[in-house]
């Protein structure tokens, strides 16, 4: 199983995209699991390695590049949410499952 | 209203309050390297982004006032939140390029 974090202020608004997207992931066969976070946590998170792929919500974009830097040094991919993919409709769980698949490295 | 409606607006205004504070950290940037202008522009694009939330505030003020059941999900909690406090976060702003630009004109 791979797993990815969503992180953005408070991890509670992705707490509710996480779901999703994990569900519509694994009825499309897929073993990810995704999981949720604020961005004080992400940043340890991101250093002790234990996700295949971190994303930062829309709005926490301001911490993107310290996060990234953050990845670049535990060696692990950092990508940022497009709006239309940071919303809790079919069409956005669709839009960020498809980023996921895009972004997760092979295992 | 339904709970994925009330999700739906909730993250819209997530999503417009979010944006308002990378403008206006942008905007602090700026002040820090004398840009005012560019500062009180930044403001004012973070501001319109807080008007977009606050339409959608309205759209679930005006729907309760006209009698429909709007539930006070959790999410809409953490939405006001975010709403809030970046609103607080823009005025603070203000504030501080006045500070930025009386600092610059009294060590010139």
């Known amino acids: ?107 | 209203m339904d709970q994925e409606e009330i999700q739906n607006v909730a993250f819209t205004i997530i999503l417009h309050s979010g944006n308002s504070r990378t403008m206006v950290h942008e905007g602090f940037d700026l002040m820090r390297s004398k840009e005012f202008e560019k500062a009180e522009e930044k403001l004012d694009e973070a501001n319109s982004e807080l008007t977009a939330a606050h339409q959608s505030q309205t759209t679930l003020m005006q729907k309760y006032t006209a009698g429909e059941e709007v539930n006070t999900d959790i999410i809409m909690v953490h939405a006001q939140d975010h709403l809030m406090t970046t609103m607080t976060l823009r005025e603070v702003a203000l504030e501080m390029l006045s500070l930025y630009q009386t600092v610059k004109f009294e060590s010139e």
Do not use: F, W
């Open chain 1, 1 to 107: 199983m791979r797993n990815v974090l969503i992180i953005c202020q408070g991890g509670m608004s992705s707490s509710v995209l996480a779901k999703k997207t994990t569900e519509h992931l694994n009825e499309d066969g897929n073993d990810i699991q995704v999981e949720a976070t604020s961005t004080n946590e992400g940043r340890e998170m991101i250093e002790k390695g234990k996700y295949d792929l971190y994303l930062v919500s829309p709005q926490t974009k301001m911490y993107y590049d310290q996060l990234k830097k953050t990845g670049e040094r535990a060696g692990k991919p950092v990508a940022n949410i497009p709006p239309q993919a940071y919303v809790p409709v079919p069409m956005g769980i669709e839009k960020l499952s498809n980023l996921i698949l895009q972004e997760l490295p092979e295992s």
